[in-house]
Nanobody
Framework: QVQLVESGGGLAQPGGSLRLSCRVS????????VGWFRQAPGKEREGVGC????????YYADSVKGRFIISRDNDRRTAYLQLNSLKPEDTAVYYC?????????????????WGQGSEVTVAS
């Protein structure tokens, strides 16, 4: 049974930082790509980024490039999303996902499993 359990969400000020964690079970992080999506209030779901399983290549959406960092710790079975230089428009529910194969597609239609979501609020 595949599970992705997220933690670390909360409130941050503009310009601040948060780190989201995604602990996985039912597969190893060197087997399937792990990505992050988000959905802001009243907005469509959008991809944030992804890390491939075998070579660790990381991809980012233009909206977060240079501010967010995706990483993983295979031994701890945990993927991370570091959110830096936060803006109010980053306010959203963030979802950790497991894709169908080892490489990143960035397509929600190829997501096999979703985390429960972590609420991130950026406000002063």
């Amino acid at each position: 049974q595949v599970q992705l359990v997220e933690s670390g969400g909360g409130l941050a000020q503009p310009g601040g930082s948060l780190r989201l964690s995604c602990r996985v079970s039912g597969f190893d992080l060197d087997e399937r790509a792990v990505g992050w999506f988000r959905q802001a209030p009243g907005k469509e779901r959008e991809g944030v980024g992804c890390i491939s399983a075998t070579d660790g290549s990381v991809y980012y959406a233009d909206s977060v490039k240079g501010r967010f960092i995706i990483s993983r710790d295979n031994d701890r079975r945990t993927a991370y999303l570091q959110l830096n230089s936060l803006k109010p428009e980053d306010t959203a529910v963030y979802y950790c996902v497991a894709e169908r194969w080892w490489y990143c597609s960035g397509y929600a239609s190829l997501v096999d499993n979703w985390g429960q979501g972590s609420e991130v609020t950026v406000a002063s």
